[in-house]
């Protein structure tokens, strides 16, 4: 069945989203959790952990221990629009992020730290800033590096709400083992990139255009380092998808498309996605992702 538009006026909620990596026997892999089917967002689909910026990042931001100033933090993510307690939240929402979703806490302090420390602190319903305040954290912001940042149009077939999101790449925890944590997500998998976008070629899992796009991204990498060189090098791109219909199908068009605005490419990959059995495909065939 055909996915039906939806028209959201209201500006984009701002969130974060962690790409995950590591090296696995067959190369890259990432970290990918499925949301529970009864999620609002996304529900049933294998993304990146992550979601948006809740008031408790922005109330414990000023008294948050970050191992970067915060101006490294809003040059980093190159938005001259954007202010510094800004950033600051979004670096916060995706560390509270992983952690709630998968376990994993990108923080640190001296001495020994015991990731159930800060469960016990979450679990008495404290505000995880909180927490990381009483037990003196550090966020590892140094260990997130911004990738790209999509935000949703005002008019989608792919989702009810509008987000304008930051996906940040970091490595996986040495001692920290990701899982999801059967609530918001029921399934959780290593995967390389290729493999992730073969099973969703084949119809064996669901995932929405960004994550597809930025698989086929990282699909180009071999190593996690090689990834995040180019994170270093180049920054975060820009998406802004472009929905259409044509003759008859639906269809989102990237930067570089001829339908889009914006003629020069932000990304590899094809430049348009369209509705063909059931789920967005290119339009050119499985080789087209890695073209």
């Known amino acids: 069945m055909e996915p039906k538009p939806t028209h959201d006026p209201a500006l984009p909620t701002p969130a974060a989203t962690v790409v995950m990596l590591r090296d696995g026997a067959q190369g890259l892999e ?14 049933g689909a294998y993304v990146f952990p992550g979601g948006k910026v809740d008031p408790g990042d922005d109330a414990y931001r000023d008294g948050m221990q970050l191992d970067q100033p915060p101006a490294d933090l809003h040059r980093a993510l190159a938005d001259p629009a954007l202010d510094e307690a800004a950033a600051v939240s979004l670096y916060i929402a995706a560390v509270r992020e992983t952690f709630e979703e998968c376990g994993v806490l990108l923080a640190h302090r001296r001495g020994s730290l015991s990731v159930e420390d800060v469960y016990d602190g979450t679990s008495r319903g404290l505000p995880f800033g909180e927490v990381l305040q009483i037990l003196d954290l550090t966020v ?5 590096l911004p990738w790209s940042r999509w935000i949703t149009p005002a008019t989608s077939f792919t ?15 040495a001692g920290q083992e990701a899982q999801h944590d059967d ?21 064996d ?8 796009m930025t698989l086929a991204h990282l699909a180009r990498h071999g190593h996690a380092e090689s990834v995040f060189a180019e994170a270093r090098a180049k920054g975060p791109y820009v998406v802004r998808p472009l929905p259409f219909e044509e003759e008859g199908l639906k ?4 930067p570089g498309d001829p339908k889009h605005s914006q003629t020069v490419p932000v990304m590899p990959g094809p430049s348009r996605l369209v509705w063909q059995d059931g789920r967005l495909l290119p339009a050119d065939g499985f080789d087209a992702l890695f073209a």
């Open 30 to 43: 990432v970290f990918m959790i499925r949301r529970n089917e009864k999620s609002s967002v996304h529900g």
């Open 140 to 144: 590892s912001t140094q260990s997130l």
């Open 159 to 173: 989702s009810v709400r509008r987000f304008d999101t930051r996906f940040f790449v970091v490595s996986a925890r």
């Open 183 to 203: 609530f918001e997500a029921v399934d959780s998998v290593w995967t390389t990139p290729r493999g992730a976008l073969e099973k969703y070629w084949r119809g």
């Open 205 to 212: 899992i669901t995932m929405v255009p960004p994550q597809i």
């Open 251 to 254: 269809a989102i068009a990237y």
